[in-house]
């Protein structure tokens, strides 16, 4: 049998009573919390909106699977989605719902983080009112929920399951998590407690269908009964034998996900050559300090820490310690307060799965704190609220309206500096150029925010910011990968395709399997006139990627450079037939087929569907515009050509491109000559 659990004796209590008195519990303060909670929520996540996408987010834009909602499956088991089934689900509904705009997906997001926070304010105050704290609590434990709830919604630390897109995953998991505890407190207290118990089921099997996370929730609910509820483990199972085995079963789910992407596991597991599970465990006790450093005081926030693995005992002793003490109290606790000790359990046990031993190439990430963050927060709220009539003496009269101000004036102070923290952290969101310049300022041996930083200069041009950036990241990282590409890349949209080679070089002998190396090799040879070398990194490309559409382009263009026209213009067929609205592969195969070197392809009717055709797919832009009064002019309709040219000129100079424009005005002189011209 456990040990009989320690109660507050009288004139123990007498000291802290009249505090919870002034916290009466009504239906009018419990719907006044939740209102309070949705309306700070949102105020507090307003800004949010403005995020865009970044980092792992590109999911939304390259993963085709989500682009359809029916079939659900389609979605739901994609090989990018296929151990978080609901969240891949839950990106197509919000395709379906805004396409690429992000609307939908900031508001599904902060909707799952604020029903979150319900669901946090009815587990905490439902525990409070448990025979063994109602005495402690009871009276204020609305209250005390509340300021849990809250304090824990706008921490900062959850910026990054919140404004950070795919991370829905963490917030969906903690939902359903404390949704499956909710229910089952409330199955406690109510007859039939099957509908509620069924529901606790089918929400842990949500939250094992949307993060592995997940795993820990069947064990926490037992250890929730046996503190809480129970006196003994074989009263425990007696009692609720067909729920536990109903949470139980919904492992199958989790572990079926994990077994279909096996194969498909390049960042997490047992299997990473890069990392061992001692290192990892080893690198881990710095890193839960520091979460619990981050809990505390929520500055230094990093998108991306690039945490090193722990080398030498100086690195790992101190933090070691310091977590095993903590694991000692939590210990202490569970035996002597259990109730204080479950706090302990809670924020040990959720992090276990991605801080003790299964390796994760992100050492330290924030978001894996979303639910341990409660604990934590717990403990602070109610560890003030007992503690503080001790050194307020003023706390301890009846109905005492400096306690009810001091109570309120203290969480709203905490909630307004935490909520000013998040929502600067949001706009950081607002801004990929802003939110890595912030990464490399507060991680600057992370070279993996260099590189991200170096393509962010060169998504607005800025070629030569984005080189040094790029530089940078090599230096701390000479074999960074995506450092290489970038860089190769870069130099090569530069004009400096002999300077790329040396990185596409050694970029080969990294990893000669890296996406697209043969396609960028390919234009570099092609830029230095390399062309047989160039023809045949492009046939590297496609052996590898048969629906390369570029790469079949690429080829064209080269062999119609060696006057090879007939398998250029295969090629070219090749590539309208991947993608048969792509407006270059239009112009360049129209122009082939009007070519005079080409004679033997002439086709000036094809030629003319095709140039107009890029003209209609691009909206009549000023380059396909050109193309076709080329066209016009290589078969003598010369009125036509003018015509064509002069309304791609006035679209140019609209839009800004008065070199575009000059270059058409040169060919427009020609045609009014009756001469044709070609781009």
């Not at 003030?384 to 001790?390: C, G, L, N, T």
């Not at 095709?610 to 832009?621: C, F, N």
Request: with cysteine.
């Amino acid at each position: 049998m456990r040990q009989p659990v320690t109660t507050i004796e009288p004139n123990e209590t007498s000291s802290i009573s009249p505090l919870s008195e002034i916290f009466p519990t009504s239906s009018t303060q419990l719907r006044a919390g939740a209102a309070l909670l949705v309306v700070v929520g949102v105020l507090i996540y307003l800004n949010s909106f403005n995020g865009q996408i970044v980092f792992d987010d590109v999911v939304i834009t390259d993963d085709p699977s989500i682009r359809q909602l029916w079939p659900p499956w389609s979605a739901m088991f994609s090989p990018n989605q296929v151990t978080r089934p609901l969240v891949g689900l839950s990106l197509a509904i919000n395709y379906a719902m805004s396409g690429p705009d992000l609307w939908s997906y900031h508001l599904f997001n902060l909707a799952i983080h604020i029903l979150a926070a319900l669901t946090l304010f009815g587990v905490v105050r439902r525990t409070l009112l448990t025979e063994k704290l109602k005495d402690r609590f009871g009276k204020a434990s609305t209250a005390l929920a509340l300021a849990v709830a809250l304090i824990w919604m706008v921490h900062p630390l959850h910026t990054e399951s919140v404004t950070y897109l795919i991370q829905r995953s963490e917030a969906m998991c903690g939902l359903f998590y404390l949704l499956t505890l909710y229910c089952v407190i409330r199955g406690h207290s109510s007859r039939p407690a099957a509908l509620w118990y069924t529901a606790a089921v089918l929400s842990c099997a949500a939250g094992m269908a949307s993060k592995q996370v997940m795993v820990t929730a069947p064990i926490m609910v037992v250890i929730y009964d046996l503190i809480f509820f129970s006196d003994s483990w074989r009263e425990t199972l007696k009692r609720r034998a067909s729920l536990y085995a109903g949470l139980a079963l919904t492992w199958i789910i989790l572990a079926a996900a994990v077994h279909a992407a096996t194969t498909n596991q390049e960042s997490a597991g047992f299997n990473l050559k890069q990392l061992t599970p001692l290192k990892y465990l080893a690198t881990q006790f710095g890193v839960i300090v520091y979460y619990l450093r981050l809990s505390l005081w929520p500055y230094d926030l990093s998108l991306d820490y690039g945490w090193p693995v722990a080398q030498g005992v100086s690195k790992i002793l101190p933090f070691a310690l310091v977590i095993g003490i903590l694991c000692v109290l939590t210990l202490i606790g569970l035996k002597r307060r259990p109730e204080v000790g479950f706090l302990g359990v809670w924020f040990f046990l959720i992090l276990a799965p991605t801080s003790s031993i299964m390796p994760i190439l992100d050492l330290a990430v924030e978001h894996r704190t979303y639910l341990s963050l409660a604990a934590f927060v717990a403990l602070v709220v109610l560890g003030a609220y007992r503690v503080a009539p001790r050194l307020l003496p003023a706390l301890r009269e009846p109905n005492s309206h400096i306690a009810r101000w001091l109570a309120i004036g203290a969480v709203a102070v905490v909630v307004a500096w935490l909520g000013s923290l998040t929502v600067e952290r949001n706009s950081y969101y607002q801004s990929k150029m802003a939110m890595w310049r912030d990464a490399v300022k507060k991680r600057p041996d992370n070279w993996r925010g260099y590189n991200n930083l170096g393509y962010c200069f060169s998504a607005v041009g800025d070629l030569e910011s984005a080189r040094d950036q790029y530089a940078e990241a090599l230096r701390l990282n000479p074999e960074a990968l995506d450092a290489l590409d970038n860089m190769g890349i870069c130099l090569l949209n530069s004009g400096r395709a002999a300077e790329a080679l040396p990185y596409f070089d050694r970029l080969r002998e990294l990893d000669p399997g890296k996406k697209r190396l043969h396609f960028h090799l390919g234009q570099a040879l092609e830029n230095l006139t390399r062309l047989d070398e160039a023809i045949y990194e492009y046939n590297q490309e496609l052996r590898l990627k048969p629906d390369s559409s570029e790469s079949r382009m690429q080829l064209a263009s080269v062999l119609e450079r060696q006057k090879r026209f007939g398998e250029a213009a295969a090629a070219y067929q090749d590539t309208l037939g991947i993608a048969p609205e792509w407006p270059q592969p239009l112009c360049r195969f129209a122009l082939l087929l009007v070519d005079t070197e080409a004679k033997e392809l002439r086709n000036t009717d094809e030629a003319l569907q095709l140039a107009g055709k890029a003209v209609q797919v691009s909206g009549r832009q000023p380059v396909t515009l050109d193309v076709l009064a080329s066209v016009y002019s290589s078969i003598g309709r010369f009125e036509d050509a003018v015509a064509v040219a002069q309304e791609a000129i006035d679209m140019a100079k609209s839009g800004g491109s008065d070199e575009l424009a000059a270059a058409i005005e040169g060919r427009l002189r020609l045609y009014k000559q009756g001469r044709a011209a070609r781009p």
